[in-house]
């Protein structure tokens, strides 16, 4: 057979850009750090499509400008609330090392009372900015008469979700995690014996014990939850809602979830009609180095580059442990390219480039690049399986265990501990995955079936997002699971109707039994 | 805001037929009847692009032709069965009618004591299909040396999809129903709460007694297809199949279900990564009618034309039932196209044409055209979806009840029972569906919603039978939940495990504080 891979994406893609629509109206609410740089992808295509683009940001905000080309501002200045600035990501860093060392009974206890802290720091700041949003009435009448088409959010703290229920605006999400964990769960089935909870390092096929830890880390994170997230908000919701508005219904009141997976890279896991995947909207083809970095690429020779980043919110790692990754670097025939902040390591080899930043994906799709070692931060990753590379995984916070967990156990990656880091272990990681062709293989299978598809993610989000302006929401795609109770949800109220009535009447029989045994004693004694 | 529609579908259409890919060798295993009509659309495309088709049919087949351009053929004799032609459906529909005028109590036993019956017949005659290929050594030889890169089936009877497990081959399902009703039961998760059951003329918004009756037609089906359907085949599967083989493995194992629904006409509900909707694949753009017909249409006038068609399957109604359509008919000021077989109504109307067959999607699509007499399959049901034509429904068999309960519960049609219809509620039904603008406003929204899509769903059914051939399956579609025992799924065994342990541990604490307690007594009475 001679099937010729069709690559569609780029064809369709061209032809649905010159194919554009005018003139939408989009509120912006987004979040900060990576999620700011990723959603912006997507703001940039709506933009080149005509539309019109207004964010809304707190005046605390580190990654999003107030003066743009592509959007139009509302500053929002919330009152004080605790720091969620580089020194809370810094303080969760160092926590994250020293958990990692812990025994893994003690490490989870530890990590639910970190994640409940955490949980109450970011919604809180989070209460803030909205309170501040639609306590400021000419704000609110500001935006009101904007006569916005749609909202686009990234719903990890619902700003965006209660100001669009607020304004009764169609709603979209750029969306993975929601609430304590992945998005899904707030909408579609999640039986938790093949799909594992977040955080858990559990995957889909999992023994009786393990589906015992994720059942009850599914028990856990619902009441997490609604114990500590939903009554954050429930005073503001009574202030400025209708009565009866829940958090979680609001929630699940968006129109088109545009979910940041692929299931190249998740568990495939059930669903909903208005779920629709970008997982690596993000990537794109390698564009041209700068001068200098192309000519230290080339020098590498035969042997091709190393690539190394830890993400944009990790600074520096301890001493020991950056001093123990420059040693095994400088013992590889390879050149390599670390983007790295901080004091220069002692033991640094002269095959290593040292860089504040870089253009990674460009980097990525390098021909000389051999492989990535790599915090796991979602957009690495994706990056990673759009141009192939095999990665050697660093993880050291939040979904970065669960993201690297997932190329592992296709073996794609390799992937080691922080914390515990010596010279000879990360020398060993990198041999290992340089000179074992599995690796390679496995994650060029990724990209290959990740890269066949009709639409691109990037022409999916938008095709959605003016699918819901042209129609002013997608009703038809949302389910009738939403307005029902849980217990209803689950059949349990039917269940207890359907045991009462079955004990009702074999009591009733019972009874009626004994009645007619009895009259026919008592009759048979008065004949007698 | 001004969004032109983008009409991405006919474009990318264009551009993906163009992006062709040589030569897949693809075994088609279809059912008859209007399913074979609908797969036939799908083969004329791959036939298009190259693809070599081989159809596997029974010597008894009425409607898949011997000699074909489109594909090469294998005849297969099966042993005699109870016969499943012309006479038989005329049976069925004779029993339909007489069920409708039955209460709802005992309409429900007796249907399922038909439908009992129904699967008993149909399956048996599948299961000597099936027997007779797999029995057959130099054919199962011929097909395996013919290596067939993909099969393509319509699992509503499980011929292919044995065939296809037996081969191991990748598998592609054209599918709407599977067993006992809906096919998304045996993969997706279904809570009957609000995923209405097959038959059930409920929708997803339930009172609670109507739930529990769902709740029950549920598990009614469960059985049907546990005791009924499953012991057809289990002597089969032990004689060619691996141990452990089960019929419900085998089917859900195909890598991809493109599903004949499209969510303008069926209840959102959950749904799996390898789940394609491909709902109206088969409509296009009106052609141009024949000179006669044509002219039948001009000659409407500014009244218009009433489509009528009972489909394929569907003979002679009784002649009370036609007579008093055709009264109706008559004293109309629109004209009438009928499709129509049997003896001529005496009551027919100089403004109504019969005719024994006719272009239905073309005159659908025919600007003169003002609404659809159907009996509600699903062919013409997505074709009045495309074109924006509101219906009048008889309703007769299977399917037919729940399809036009979907356009009803969004009213874009009116649903009149046949078997008691009288001239007067036909007329009266007929005159509500041309007068009352709901109708038509809501069925061109349907259309528009339907219309409006990146992909075109033929295109998408292509593009993904390709797929699976390029990649010689799509596992990384495939959830784990298949592998898990239906206790597992659920989590009972780990319930248990829980209810257990905390019972355990709640009856040792007791034990051991009266045990602690008892000391300390036994001291006390001691020093007393």
Redesign the interface.
Known sequence: ????????SA??CL??VS???????ILVLPEDGSHWVNIQVIMRNLHTRGHSLTVVRSSKSWYIQENSSLYNIVTVSPMETEDVGPDYFKMLIERSLALQRMSPFVRFFEQQKDITNMLKVFHNAALQMISTILDDAALVERLREAKF?LLLTDPAFPIGVLLANFLQLPLVYNVRWLNTGDAHIQI??S????IPVYNSLLH??MS?MQ??EN??RHLFSLLQERLIIVPIYSELLERHFPPGTSLLSAQQSADIWLMRVD??FE????????VV?IGGFQCQPAQALPEDLEEFMQSSGEHGVVIMSLGAVVGALPKTITEAIATAFAEIPQKVVWRYHGERPSTLGNNTLLLEWFPQNDLLGHPKTRMFVSHGGTNGIYEAIYHGVPVLALPILFDQFDNVLRLQVRSAARVLQVATLTSQEFLEGLKDVLENPMYQSNIRKLS??HR?R??SPL??AT?WI??V???KGAA??????N??PWY????L???A??LAFTVIALLTSVYVCKLLCCRKSIKKRKVD
Do not use: I, W
């Open positions: 057979m001679d099937l010729r891979s069709t690559q569609l064809l369709t032809l649905f194919s554009c629509c005018h003139g939408g109206n088409d579609a089935p039986p938790p014996s093949y889909d096929q009786f589906r015992t059942f009850l299931f190249v568990f495939p896991r059930p669903t909903m009609p208005n995947y290959k079936l066949d009709p639409l022409d999916s095709f003016e699918f302006m042209r129609h038809h795609l949302r389910s009738e699971a307005n029902l209803s949800y689950h059949n109220d039917v269940l109707f359907l």
